[in-house]
């Protein structure tokens, strides 16, 4: 399939050509990734955490008699939970690709990542997504820092970060306001309180409002601050820098709009992301005996996936109570959203962990290989 170049601008934002001036060759990987003290502090947020979800939670809510459940779940419902967990992360991988790998030009440092390196990549950023509070800025910051060192320029890597964020994330308000309008006027099958469609709809639609606005930004912002600070005072030097992160958002929204009108099917990954975890959540709930309508499910999961912008580890006790809450609100029995939600929560949360934090020591040893090989200057 051809590729396209990014169209040109008269300002010097990022760009699909690369070359290898991506930091110091002695840039060192993210240490807040695994510091000790953070590694002791997340094992002992989360032994407490999951003492009281999976212990306390259950006897104050009253299902000290129902939660044998989750020991005697339809083992055939909980298989196909992992299945479409791991189906999850393939998606991510693969729009990962479409974003750095098959979105770039020919010379482009992206061109030296293959399946192999972008699932180390991707697995040891959602591993750190997990283990870090700040809604997943762990994970963004290994994956610039892995790209950077792959040869790829500092501001492309912001550039195309921004791109694959805008995508991921703009299937998430897409489905709000869909899901919450089709419950809302009665399209889609269950209960529609207003407090968790309408809102949540409106929420999606102000923000996808909100990126079109911001790629109809000059991209060469920039430069025009320049010319109206022409000196090199201090104020002059904030005003550019101020004005250099809109226009690396704008370029990066206007890339992800690109990237989306050029049919590359890896961009289905984004899709396939956020589709197969519902059904992951879907299943569970299959698994104990609860069928809610498919709509509830998808508007409870992504209600409650806003708490991972809470500062816990990896939205532990933020995602699980705000998917319960809101289960709730849809009236789905309690007894049976807690036992399915953390059931979920097993797959999504743990399950990516031990393979990331292999994938992350594999991902040393290939920034070590590409130190010894450096990357052809475009």
Same mark, same amino acid.
């Given at each position: 399939?051809?590729?396209?170049?990014?169209?040109?601008?008269?300002?010097?934002?990022?760009?699909?050509?690369?070359?290898?001036?991506?930091?110091?060759?002695?840039?060192?990987?993210?240490?807040?990734?695994?510091?000790?003290?953070?590694?002791?502090?997340?094992?002992?947020?989360?032994?407490?955490?999951?003492?009281?979800?999976?212990?306390?939670?259950?006897?104050?809510?009253?299902?000290?008699?129902?939660?044998?459940?989750?020991?005697?779940?339809?083992?055939?419902?909980?298989?196909?939970?992992?299945?479409?967990?791991?189906?999850?992360?393939?998606?991510?991988?693969?729009?990962?690709?479409?974003?750095?790998?098959?979105?770039?030009?020919?010379?482009?440092?992206?061109?030296?990542?293959?399946?192999?390196?972008?699932?180390?990549?991707?697995?040891?950023?959602? /591993?750190?997504?997990?283990?870090? !509070?700040? &809604?997943? #800025?762990?994970?963004?910051?290994? =994956? $610039?820092?892995? %790209?950077? +060192? @792959?040869?790829?320029?500092?501001?492309?890597?912001?550039?195309?970060?921004?791109?694959?964020?805008?995508?991921?994330?703009?299937?998430?308000?897409?489905?709000?306001?869909?899901?919450?309008?089709?419950?809302?006027?009665?399209?889609?099958?269950?209960?529609?309180?207003?407090?968790?469609?309408?809102?949540?709809?409106?929420?999606?639609?102000?923000?996808?409002?909100?990126?079109?606005?911001?790629?109809?930004?000059?991209?060469?912002?920039?430069?025009?601050?320049?010319?109206?600070?022409?000196?090199?005072?201090?104020?002059?030097?904030? /005003?550019?820098?101020?004005?250099? !992160?809109? &226009?690396? #958002?704008?370029?990066?929204?206007? =890339? $992800?709009?690109? %990237?989306? +009108? @050029?049919?590359?099917?890896?961009?289905?990954?984004?899709?396939?992301?956020?589709?197969?975890?519902?059904?992951?959540?879907?299943?569970?709930?299959?698994?104990?005996?609860?069928?809610?309508?498919?709509?509830?499910?998808?508007?409870?999961?992504?209600?409650?996936?806003?708490?991972?912008?809470?500062?816990?580890?990896?939205?532990?006790?933020?995602?699980?109570?705000?998917?319960?809450?809101?289960?709730?609100?849809?009236?789905?029995?309690?007894?049976?959203?807690?036992?399915?939600?953390?059931?979920?929560?097993?797959?999504?949360?743990?399950?990516?962990?031990?393979?990331? !934090?292999? &994938?992350?020591?594999?991902?040393?040893?290939?920034?070590?290989?590409?130190?010894?090989?450096?990357?052809?200057?475009?």
């Amino acid at each position: 399939m051809a590729r396209r170049a990014l169209p040109p601008t008269r300002a010097p934002v990022p760009s699909d050509r690369a070359h290898d001036t991506g930091g110091s060759a002695e840039e060192e990987m993210p240490r807040v990734v695994f510091t000790r003290r953070r590694v002791v502090a997340f094992a002992l947020f989360v032994c407490s955490t999951v003492a009281f979800l999976y212990l306390v939670l259950p006897k104050i809510v009253g299902l000290h008699s129902t939660w044998h459940r989750i020991a005697h779940g339809d083992p055939w419902w909980l298989v196909l939970a992992a299945s479409f967990e791991v189906l999850s992360f393939a998606g991510y991988v693969a729009l990962f690709r479409a974003v750095f790998v098959n979105g770039g030009s020919r010379i482009d440092a992206g061109a030296r990542i293959d399946w192999r390196e972008s699932y180390q990549i991707t697995m040891a950023g959602l /591993a750190a997504t997990r283990l870090f !509070a700040t &809604a997943g #800025a762990g994970g963004v910051a290994l =994956t $610039a820092w892995a %790209l950077r +060192r @792959s040869g790829m320029d500092s501001r492309v890597v912001a550039c195309r970060m921004i791109a694959f964020l805008a995508i991921l994330y703009g299937v998430y308000m897409a489905t709000l306001v869909i899901d919450g309008v089709g419950l809302a006027l009665g399209i889609f099958a269950g209960s529609a309180p207003f407090a968790i469609t309408v809102v949540p709809a409106l929420f999606g639609a102000g923000v996808i409002a909100i990126f079109l606005g911001v790629s109809l930004l000059p991209g060469d912002a920039e430069r025009l601050v320049g010319r109206w600070q022409s000196g090199e005072g201090r104020l002059g030097r904030i /005003a550019r820098r101020l004005a250099a !992160a809109p &226009a690396t #958002a704008a370029t990066g929204v206007r =890339t $992800a709009i690109r %990237l989306g +009108r @050029s049919g590359d099917p890896n961009l289905l990954g984004a899709v396939a992301w956020w589709g197969f975890d519902i059904a992951t959540l879907w299943s569970c709930f299959h698994a104990f005996g609860g069928s809610p309508p498919t709509a509830v499910v998808v508007m409870a999961y992504f209600v409650g996936m806003l708490g991972n912008t809470l500062p816990l580890p990896g939205g532990i006790g933020g995602v699980d109570g705000g998917m319960i809450g809101a289960f709730s609100a849809f009236g789905v029995p309690v007894e049976v959203s807690v036992v399915s939600v953390l059931a979920y929560r097993v797959f999504a949360f743990w399950l990516p962990t031990l393979p990331g !934090a292999v &994938a992350y020591l594999q991902l040393r040893r290939t920034v070590q290989r590409w130190r010894a090989d450096p990357a052809p200057v475009g």
